[in-house]
């Protein structure tokens, strides 16, 4: 196997982990990137770009049958062959490859007293959300992700799913039924960069951009159980990819608000304490006793 192709293994299982309703829409991921970062889809014509993807895909599926040509019959023809794999490719899913995530479940020990709050909060997901019955979210401090799989044995068309997105509510459901998610949201987001998309002929994915992005949600809706937001975890990678500033900023609003939650002072707090222990070393005379921080 070459070294060269195995170098974003890891990121790619990472993104296959929180995608377990197959291939498809590990596939629409990639090509959402590409539409919202890149000018991929309107920088060529179609036929130059799906031309690109079919050369690309074909280059892959030629080292498939090599790689493969020793555990399969001679005999069997390259047309053959090409059905085969298209077979596999439509069964095979990611649960194969990662398990399905648990739903969430509340947090019944602690550490130390100062957790003590946290005791009946869900665990946050692997991605810093939460699992539950109905449907499951996902959220980054810029927006949050909500996938709402609708039980029906039939295949749905986007008519047929009724979803309306506020600015702070959210009402996902099929039409002409109780709907899967009714309530108010967490927080506001914002409305025009809020987008939802059905997958899979079942799937409802549902994007929400935030618009206070320094805080962690800690639930989707008023009326679900919260989360910890004090076990929320953001992963390595995606705090690296930011400039300094901006990952200082990041890790200093993180640091904040895990200490208001532990009741503790925030980093401007101490800022505010040092300098009052600088004032009082300089001015000894005068009465502090009664001084207080807002």
Same mark, same amino acid.
């Given at each position: 196997?070459?070294?060269?192709?195995?170098?974003?293994?890891?990121?790619?299982l990472?993104?296959? $982990?929180?995608?377990?309703?197959?291939?498809?829409?590990?596939? #629409?991921?990639?090509?959402?990137?590409?539409?919202?970062?890149?000018?991929?889809?309107? /920088?060529?014509?179609?036929?130059?770009?799906?031309?690109?993807? *079919?050369?690309?895909?074909?280059?892959q599926?030629?080292?498939?049958?090599?790689?493969?040509? /020793?555990n399969?019959?001679?005999?069997?023809?390259?047309?053959?062959?090409?059905?085969?794999?298209?077979?596999?490719?439509?069964?095979?899913?990611?649960?194969e490859i990662?398990?399905?995530?648990?739903?969430?479940?509340?947090?019944?020990?602690?550490?130390?007293?100062?957790?003590?709050?946290?005791?009946?909060?869900?665990?946050?997901?692997?991605?810093? /959300?939460? %699992?539950?019955?109905?449907?499951?979210?996902?959220?980054?401090?810029? !927006?949050?992700?909500?996938k709402?799989p609708? +039980?029906?044995? %039939?295949?749905?068309?986007a008519?047929?799913?009724?979803?309306?997105?506020?600015?702070s509510?959210?009402?996902?459901?099929?039409?002409?039924? !109780?709907?899967?998610?009714?309530? +108010?949201?967490?927080?506001?987001?914002?409305?025009?960069?809020?987008?939802?998309?059905?997958? #899979?002929?079942?799937?409802?994915?549902?994007?929400?951009?935030?618009?206070?992005?320094?805080?962690?949600?800690?639930?989707?809706?008023?009326?679900?159980? @919260?989360?910890?937001?004090?076990?929320?975890? @953001? !992963?390595?990678s995606?705090?690296s #990819?930011?400039?300094? !500033?901006?990952?200082s *900023?990041?890790?200093?609003?993180?640091?904040?608000?895990?200490?208001? $939650?532990? /009741?503790?002072?925030t980093?401007?707090?101490?800022?505010?304490?040092?300098?009052? $222990?600088?004032?009082?070393?300089?001015?000894?005379?005068?009465?502090?006793?009664?001084c207080?921080?807002?």
């Open positions: 196997m070459n070294i060269e192709d195995e170098k974003f293994d890891g990121l790619l990472a993104i296959a $982990e929180k995608h377990t309703d197959g291939i498809p829409q590990f596939l #629409d991921t990639i090509a959402s990137f590409l539409r919202r970062k890149t000018d991929f889809f309107t /920088g060529t014509s179609k036929e130059k770009w799906e031309g690109l993807l *079919l050369g690309v895909f074909n280059k599926y030629e080292k498939a049958i090599t790689q493969n040509s /020793g399969v019959n001679q005999s069997v023809t390259k047309q053959d062959n090409k059905k085969a794999q298209n077979i596999a490719v439509q069964e095979t899913r990611f649960e990662v398990p399905k995530e648990e739903v969430s479940k509340p947090i019944n020990d602690v550490e130390d007293d100062s957790e003590k709050d946290e005791i009946g909060k869900l665990k946050p997901n692997s991605g810093n /959300g939460c %699992t539950l019955d109905n449907y499951s979210w996902t959220q980054t401090l810029q !927006e949050v992700e909500v709402i609708l +039980k029906t044995s %039939t295949a749905l068309r008519r047929d799913i009724d979803v309306t997105i506020g600015k509510s959210i009402k996902v459901g099929l039409k002409n039924q !109780e709907p899967v998610i009714n309530g +108010k949201l967490c927080a506001e987001v914002k409305q025009d960069d809020s987008v939802w998309v059905l997958q #899979d002929s079942n799937t409802v994915l549902i994007t929400l951009e935030k618009i206070n992005k320094m805080n962690w949600w800690d639930r989707l809706v008023a009326t679900d159980q @919260p989360i910890s937001t004090r076990k929320i975890n @953001p !992963e390595p995606k705090l #990819d930011l400039d300094g !500033e901006t990952r *900023l990041v890790e200093k609003m993180m640091y904040d608000q895990r200490q208001k $939650e532990m /009741g503790l002072p980093s401007e707090d101490k800022r505010k304490m040092e300098i009052m $222990e600088k004032f009082k070393m300089q001015h000894p005379e005068m009465d502090f006793s009664n207080k921080f807002n």
